[in-house]
């Protein structure tokens, strides 16, 4: 009897395991596309840094940093550790959608400015989230290359930087380029176009809108014609087959990055030797493809005559 009785008064205080509170909801594995993003500093521009419940960003400056200032610290925490001078670690704290802002001051004096932006805990479709934000210094871009960038080539003038060298620089801080979608993998916005002597300077932007890594093609340029005849053989006689474009030679190329990760963005420029003459109804136009879609290139048309860069129009004054 004592231990029949011991055992109901156990049994007495056990609580439900209905009334026990569940434990949170871990994300699935295919809730997030990972993106790793480089980016120039800019007074100028605030950057939009997409979080997840359960998910850490890290900020790397090219200083160490001074201060971090949270708008919401009861939403977001930003984490700075002096071993790691370069390094901002944030995350959100709440499982609710959330928005806040975030500051970052280097001890030189740089600042960069963050929206934060939580979606909160919901289950979906993969969305771009922000695990790596690298910050580069105005001026010091990467060259685009087929594997991987590279830094800035040493016999870069030290007066400053050449048309070429600013055209990507100045894209690079173009915060929120007009994107042209046509619903493939890319999209894509064209910046400045300029000549530079016989040659002409297109600087351009392009983002990963899939759901999967995608790598870039190197860009091309073409004069198409829509209304294109067959070219004539030997004896005079025309070929069925229509010949729409024309390649235009590609005397360069740079890009920030080539792989990209579902929702990075990639800014590039081209520079390229300009047909002397074209027909009325011939446009000259940017192709530019993935790898694994290079017969869904994206067109952008270019203005077959590009003012002169600043440098030109100084020198003929």
């Known amino acids: 009897m004592k231990h029949k009785f011991a055992s109901l008064i156990f049994l007495g205080i056990v609580v439900p395991a209905t009334a026990q509170q569940a434990p949170p909801r871990l994300p699935a594995t295919n809730d997030v596309a990972p993106v790793i993003s480089k980016l120039t500093i800019s007074p100028d521009t605030v950057t939009d840094l997409r979080l997840k419940p359960f998910y850490a960003a890290t900020i790397r400056m090219p200083e160490p940093v001074s201060s971090v200032v949270v708008g919401a610290p009861t939403l977001f925490l930003a984490e700075h550790n002096e071993h790691e001078p370069d390094l901002v670690v944030v995350k959100p704290i709440t499982a609710d959608p959330a928005v806040s802002n975030l500051l970052i001051a280097t001890k030189s004096g740089l600042v960069v400015s963050l929206r934060l932006l939580s979606d909160g805990s919901a289950s979906g479709s993969a969305k771009p989230v922000d ?16 594997d991987e960038a590279q830094t800035t080539p040493a016999h870069a003038p030290k007066a400053g930087l050449t048309p070429y060298e600013l055209a990507l620089s100045e894209q690079t801080q173009v915060s929120s380029p007009a994107w042209k979608d046509e619903s493939g993998a890319i999209a894509a916005s064209m910046g400045m176009v300029t000549g530079d002597g016989d040659d002409v300077l297109v600087a351009f932007s392009v983002l990963n809108n899939s759901s999967h890594w995608v790598e870039i093609l190197p860009p091309q340029v073409e ?52 047909p002397d003459f074209k027909q009325h109804q011939e446009r000259l136009q940017l192709v530019l493809a993935t790898a694994d879609a290079v017969n869904r290139p994206l067109l952008l048309e270019l203005p077959f005559t590009a003012q002169p860069t600043t440098a030109n129009l100084n020198a003929g004054n």
């Open 223 to 274: 004069l198409a014609n829509p209304n294109g005849k067959g070219s004539k053989n030997s004896k005079g006689e025309r070929n069925a087959k229509k010949v729409l474009a024309d390649q235009v030679a590609v005397l360069e190329f740079r890009f920030t990055q080539q792989k990209l990760a579902p929702g990075a963005r990639a800014d590039g420029v081209v520079r390229f030797e300009r």
């Open 131 to 146: 695990f790596v934000l690298i910050y580069k210094r105005r001026g010091s871009f990467l060259i685009g290359a087929m």
